[in-house]
């Protein structure tokens, strides 16, 4: 069952050191190729759904559409040293979206738990952190360090946020079990 299989991943991830990265084989293949590691930033994708669907299958859909871009962000983000502020953006943006979409249409489906939200809010405001400093070392300390070039202050903050990059760990990355909607 669902419940058992998510209970076991997550006991080896944590065991083994396991993540998820929803790259195939061919799409590390053909970067490699071309001599290119990461992938262009995963944007939300247009949702379409049948008319006739139903309310559980159309939560589903937005769900998938939501995890789509959250995966395919935290995939590049958890497995390249270089990825850009734009894949952390992009995966904010993708996890806003799914927390809209299970705060307001989660009554849809009796699957969808209340342990999501907690979970989900942790992450955001940890990656609105590294997001706050992505915004500080491209916009604001750029033009402040042509001014004062040897504002000690200034060129600390330079080197903070240059240095630090987000971890995605099993305890800061969890999508819960709550949004699987089997």
């Known amino acids: 069952d669902a419940e058992a299989l998510a209970a076991l991943a997550t006991r080896w991830a944590a065991r083994f050191d396991l993540t998820l990265d929803i790259r195939t084989k061919a799409e590390r293949g053909d970067r490699l190729s071309r001599g290119v590691r990461l992938g262009a930033p995963v944007k939300a994708m247009p949702l379409a759904l049948p008319e006739a669907v139903d309310s559980h299958a159309a939560l589903r859909a937005v769900v998938s559409n939501c995890l789509l871009q959250v995966l395919g962000n935290a995939s590049d983000i958890a497995h390249e040293a270089d990825t850009q502020p734009e894949h952390l953006h992009q995966l904010r ?90």
């Open 93 to 182: 943006v993708g996890l806003r979206r799914l927390r809209t979409a299970l705060r307001e249409l989660g009554a849809l489906s009796p699957q969808v738990g209340a342990g999501w939200s907690e979970s989900l809010g942790r992450l955001f405001v940890r990656l609105g952190s590294a997001r706050d400093r992505d915004a500080l070392a491209q916009t604001l300390l750029p033009p402040l360090l042509l001014l004062h070039p040897d504002d000690n202050i200034v060129v600390a903050r330079r080197d903070i946020a240059a240095g630090e990059r987000v971890e995605l760990d099993g305890e800061n990355f969890t999508i819960p079990a709550a949004v699987e909607l089997g």
